[in-house]
Every structure is written in structure tokens, then in C-alpha cells.
């Protein structure tokens, strides 16, 4: 009798305990600092880099600043703020992005900024999700005679190599040079702008950064696109990402799931054409995803129907991509890294339960 009294005792307590336990992470969230300032402040701090790395004076037919980043930018204010153009835009370099995001000059980084170990442990910020995978190449002009650095020493060539100081582009390509013996002698530059000149005057051969940059670099940087080459090396992988202060996990949360509703809305063939269409006339997951049916907000302290906002405001990432990289673009990149996992590549949002 004792020891049925006992068990029950013990069931009572768990099932108590396990009750509290649901409702503590069940219960909605509140609104933390950075979402509250966002809200009082009435726009987005936001610092982007054109489609992926152009000054902000580059505008889109339709008159909005154009980029890929700042598309990401556009998903949170409308996600956050019901309203896409209710952002500043901040244009920094890569000297002060991450001094700028701790001491609130910002309030989310989003300009093809590397995810490495040391960034997201020790610098007082965190990586809240992928939107870009990128490597490490090199253009060159083709008068240097080469495809790749390694026919540098078949030819018997040395070669300059520009970078820019305190960057993971410059610690890649020493590393790259040193285990690989290479002829490259590698030149440190201040600023950006001191590096594009230099390449373009003929101070140093090779200029080295993100492939999808060396792309921009060759398409509007050289005085003619025709006498240069992006060579065939990768060194590097690049997974570029959103970053925010790692002392507001609601702002994380919010920051990375809505770069993972862009991915979700492609996955369940939801569009900016068609979001308004399947919000009535979906199947269950696609109007559950768009907040007809469920409390997709409430976690987050925003209203059930931002992946709606998102998606009627800037389209899903497939229509990101296209609109600011793809085919039809002057970039004329393919999709490769960046295409769904369903497709062969490495886009791929969590479940939505």
C-alpha cells in the first residue's frame, strides 16, 4: 500500500513538474531590447552591402536601393515592422562592422560577412543563419598568362597579390601561398578603395575576395572586363551570414527564422505572385507557413502573419536570388551552393512546427 502510495506520489510530482517545464516554454515570448528599440524607433538599423557588395546609391527599377543583402534587410523590417522600407541603411567597412554592431550602431549585419569560429565566440556577436555560401578566388589580368596560381611556378612568374588588412580574405590567402609554395607575395592595404585602385593601376596582379565579389570586380571595377579572368582556385569556404549581438536571443530568433522563411516559402512553392492566392486557397502547410491558421508569432512577439509579410514584401529566397544575381542579371550567377536542398545545394530552412 505504502509503496502504490509512494509511486503515485512520484507520478504527481513529475507530471507537476513536467507541466511547469510546458508552460514555461510554451508561454509567448515579450518583446526584448532590440526588437523594442526597433519598434519605438519605428525602422530597422540595418547595414547591408548593395547586391552583394555595391555603394548604397545603386537603386532598383522599381526606385528601392537594390542588393541581395538589403533583401534580407527588407524581410526583417517587414516581418518586424509590417513595413519593408522602414530601414536605415548603413554602409560600413570591414574594419568597424563588428564595432558598430556592439555598440548599437546597428542592429543587424548583413554585408557578406564570413561565419568563422572566432567571429561567433568572441566578439560578442552571433551568427543567426546562411544566406549566401561563397569561396575564396582570384581575378587576374589574362596578359599574366594563367588559369590557376599553381602555373606560376611552371612558368617561373612571381605575382602581387592585393588584400585588405584584418580580414579573413587576408589570413586565407597567406595560408593558401605558405602551404602551397607559391611565387605570390602578398600586399596589405588599409582600405578598400586604396585595393580596388591598386589592382586596376597595376601595382599588384591578383586580386583575391569572395567569388561572388571578383564577379562585381571584373563586371565594373577593371577598365575592360574582356582583359580579365577569375581564376579557376578556391581556397576557401565562405559561408556569409546575418550577425547580431549575442545579448538578445529573441532579436537571434527573430533574425534567423525569417532568412529561413524565405527558404521555407520556396521549399512549399509560395511566392511573392502567389502568397495571397494560397494564404486563402493553400494546402494546410502552406497556410499554416503564412499565419492563417496557427500562433506563428507568438514566440517571436510578432504578429502570426510575418512570414506573409515577408513573402508578399520581398518573395522567397529563390526570387531574392534571381532578382538581384541570377541569369537575368548582370552577375548572370547560377544558383550552384545557394540552390535548395531538394536541387543539390545547401539551402535548406528547419521544419516549421
Keep these: 500500500m505504502k509503496t502504490k502510495k509512494r509511486i503515485k506520489k512520484h507520478l504527481f510530482l513529475g507530471l507537476s513538474i513536467l507541466a511547469a517545464f510546458q508552460l514555461n516554454v510554451l508561454k509567448p515570448a515579450h518583446a526584448g531590447p532590440t526588437l ?15 547586391r552583394l557588395h555595391t555603394d548604397p546609391n545603386d537603386y532598383s527599377d522599381a526606385g528601392k536601393i537594390a542588393g541581395f543583402d538589403r533583401d534580407f534587410c527588407r524581410a526583417i523590417a517587414a516581418a518586424t515592422l509590417n513595413n519593408e522600407s522602414a530601414i536605415q541603411f548603413t554602409q560600413l567597412i570591414p574594419q568597424n562592422r563588428f564595432q558598430a554592431l556592439q555598440e548599437g550602431a546597428v542592429d543587424v549585419l548583413i554585408r557578406s560577412t564570413t561565419w568563422t569560429f572566432s567571429r561567433d565566440t568572441s566578439l560578442g556577436v552571433h551568427f543567426a543563419a546562411t544566406n549566401f555560401y561563397d569561396g575564396q578566388g582570384f581575378i587576374a589580368p589574362k596578359n599574366l598568362g594563367i ?32 602551404d602551397k609554395a607559391l611565387p605570390v607575395e602578398i600586399m ?6 586604396e585595393l580596388r585602385y591598386s589592382f586596376i593601376t597595376g601595382k599588384c596582379d591578383l586580386y583575391t575576395a569572395d567569388l561572388s565579389y571578383l564577379v562585381e570586380v571584373r563586371l565594373q571595377d577593371v577598365p575592360n572586363p574582356d582583359d580579365y579572368l577569375i581564376l579557376d582556385d578556391v581556397i576557401s569556404k565562405e559561408p556569409l551570414g546575418a550577425a547580431v549581438r549575442d545579448d538578445d536571443p529573441q532579436w537571434f530568433n527573430i533574425v534567423r527564422w525569417v532568412i529561413f522563411a524565405t527558404i521555407q516559402a520556396e521549399e512549399l512553392g509560395i511566392s511573392s505572385h502567389n502568397v495571397e492566392d494560397l494564404r486563402k486557397n493553400g494546402n494546410l502547410a502552406q497556410m499554416h507557413f503564412l499565419g492563417a491558421e496557427r500562433d506563428l508569432g507568438k514566440s517571436l512577439d510578432l504578429s502570426d502573419d510575418w512570414a506573409y509579410q515577408v513573402i508578399k514584401s ?10 538581384n544575381l541570377g ?27
Design 36 to 50: 523594442d528599440a526597433t519598434r519605438a524607433r519605428g525602422s530597422l538599423l540595418c547595414s547591408s552591402a548593395g
Design 147 to 178: 588559369t590557376k596560381l599553381g602555373q606560376l611556378k611552371s612558368l617561373k612568374k612571381k605575382a602581387i597579390a592585393c588584400v585588405e588588412k584584418n580580414t579573413t580574405t587576408r589570413d586565407n590567402v597567406v595560408r593558401y601561398v605558405r
Design 188 to 193: 596589405e592595404f588599409n582600405t578598400f578603395e
Design 314 to 323: 520581398v518573395g522567397n529566397f529563390g526570387e531574392i536570388f534571381e532578382r
Design 327 to 353: 541569369p537575368k542579371t548582370i552577375y548572370n550567377l547560377d544558383r550552384g551552393l545557394n540552390n535548395l536542398w531538394t536541387k543539390g545545394g545547401l539551402i535548406y530552412a528547419p521544419p516549421f512546427n
